[in-house]
T-cell receptor, first 116, second 112 residues
């Protein structure tokens, strides 16, 4: 398996622009997670989906952030408009969640976002 | 609520030294516990896990024992290598069993 795939790996944009981050989870996994990592705040869970449905978005910083999962093999995290304080590494992770509970989360390589 | 506390870093060691990274948690019940490792420029990888009290997780020479009495899951390795230099994250599975709660991470730097 190719693992969790994220694109782009690096993104540089100007304040006010729209940014879209993409994620392809591991085939067969039914849970998908978006995290943000910064030096100041560490690793933060933004939102997670189970069976393509958002379960908990309490970590989404504000209305400028939105996430979708239109099918089991694709998710996007959108920031509109972007601000310099959004600069961070954004990780996507996936796992299988069943009656036995959640299994190991597998992380993608991350998207390094810089907003100027 | 659930939370994980890790020792502040960075931890700087010489090759072949003994490593301990402390991790304690606050949770309802006895959640599954994890250690993840992040090498420079990469995503997090599962290092080891323990799903119940007194379990010992181990991988690549690293070990951690689930201690419910002290609510701890300290990571240890008897002899570190330069290639172990990375950031280590302790985590627990939330009560619903749906998401991980991570500590802030501890940076380990090993020199030869």
């Amino acid at each position: 398996d190719a693992g969790v795939i994220q694109s782009p790996r690096h993104e540089v944009t100007e304040m006010g622009q729209e940014v879209t981050l993409r994620c392809k989870p591991i085939s067969g996994h039914n849970s998908l997670f978006w995290y943000r990592q910064t030096m100041m705040r560490g690793l933060e869970l933004l939102i997670y989906f189970n069976n393509n449905v958002p379960i908990d978005d309490s970590g989404m910083p504000e209305d400028r952030f939105s996430a979708k999962m239109p099918n089991a093999s694709f998710s996007t995290l959108k920031i509109q408009p972007s601000e310099p304080r959004d600069s961070a590494v954004y990780f996507c992770a996936s796992s299988w969640f069943g009656q036995g509970g959640a299994e190991t989360q597998y992380f993608g390589p991350g998207t390094r976002l810089l907003v100027l | 609520g659930n939370s994980v506390t890790q020792m502040e870093g960075p931890v700087t060691l010489s090759e072949e030294a003994f490593l301990t990274i402390n991790c304690t948690y606050t949770a309802t019940g006895y959640p599954s516990l994890f250690w993840y490792v992040q090498y420079p420029g990469e995503g997090l990888q599962l290092l080891l896990k323990a799903t119940k009290a007194d379990d010992k997780g181990s991988n690549k020479g690293f070990e951690a024992t689930y201690r419910k009495e002290t609510t701890s899951f300290h990571l240890e390795k008897g002899s570190v290598q330069v290639s172990d230099s990375a950031v280590y994250f302790c985590a627990l599975l939330n009560q619903a069993g749906t998401a991980l709660i991570f500590g802030k991470g501890t940076t380990l730097s090993v020199s030869s």
